[in-house]
């Protein structure tokens, strides 16, 4: 049986339709709108997809933007399932003081990055950093268990932030410099190089506490701008929420 699996960020909503609940299976299909657009996607986006049979999702965006997703999805008789984080699951394991308060996108990131991590080959830490309209960097220790992690403003934030508490950084959007001679660059390096450096100094705590090189993986929106600039080794998955949902949609929907 088909299954739809949704992420709402707070800047989009992301969707994929998967053959079956079950790791590994095969996309259909896939797309993302602005949250500005949702109410169009029963129209629109959804409207000539093979029938979904079960859905899983993750709504970090709030109760309103959630509402309307499950308005669209009144298109199909499907009961919408949204993930909330727990003190254990799918082999990770929550360090968070309050476990439900972590970001059910945060959670199911590290799922999906901890199945990862032990496909291919002996575990080891992990560096799971999404770069949307926040930044997370969440470590995760060899066993699976979740450390912690920091929350930092993206891209859009950064900037947004900068030009609104200023009076003298409206400017056009500039490069990536080392060594930035004019206001625009200034900018995007300054915000390029926190997010980075930030993601260097947690992969350092992480090293330190285990004792073991950590594996970075990278996802979310933006992480293709900050890719140039990791100097460390990484990979980039935009599917990583998606998998965490693959598999906890394997344990909730055993029989497809
Ligand atoms: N099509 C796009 N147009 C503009 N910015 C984009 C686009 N796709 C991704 N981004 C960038 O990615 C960020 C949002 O990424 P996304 O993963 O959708 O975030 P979220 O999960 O918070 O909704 C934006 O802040 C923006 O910098
Ligand atoms: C940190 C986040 C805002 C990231 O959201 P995003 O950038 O994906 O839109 C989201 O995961 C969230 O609201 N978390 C709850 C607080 C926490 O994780 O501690
Ligand atoms: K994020």
Redesign the pocket.
């Known amino acids: 049986m088909s299954f739809l699996v949704i992420d709402i ?3 989009r909503l992301k969707w994929g339709l998967y053959e079956a609940p079950r790791p590994g299976a095969d996309l259909i299909a896939q797309g993302a709108v602005f949250l500005e657009a949702i109410d169009r996607l029963s129209d629109e986006g959804w409207a000539a997809l093979p029938v979904p049979g079960r859905m899983l999702g993750c709504a ?2 709030g109760q309103g933007v959630r509402r309307r997703a499950e308005e669209q999805l009144e298109l199909w008789d499907l009961t919408p399932r949204w993930v909330v984080s727990q003190p254990q699951d799918a082999g990770v394991t929550n360090g ?1 003081e309050h476990p439900a ?6 959670w199911l990131a590290m799922i999906g990055a901890r199945a990862r991590v032990l496909a291919a080959g002996p575990a080891r830490p992990a560096l799971v950093v ?1 770069v ?5 960097v969440d470590a995760m220790d060899a066993d699976g268990r979740f450390l912690g992690g920091l ?1 930092l403003p ?1 891209f859009g934030l950064m900037l947004q932030a900068l030009e609104s508490g200023t009076a003298g950084l409206k400017v056009p959007t500039g490069e990536v410099r080392e060594f930035p001679t004019n206001t625009s660059d200034a900018l995007m390096s300054g915000g390029t190089y926190g997010i980075a450096g930030a993601i260097e100094r947690m992969h350092r705590h992480l090293l330190r506490r285990c004792g073991a090189e950590p594996v970075l993986l990278m996802g ?1 929106g933006a992480a293709v701008k900050l890719a140039p600039e990791t100097d460390l080794p990484f990979e980039l998955v935009d599917t990583l929420i998606f998998e965490g949902l693959l598999r906890l949609g394997a344990q909730e929907f055993p029989d497809g």
């Open positions: 960020g707070n800047t970090v965006a968070y308060r972590l970001g059910s996108d945060r999404m949307g309209t926040a930044v997370t929350i993206g979310g």
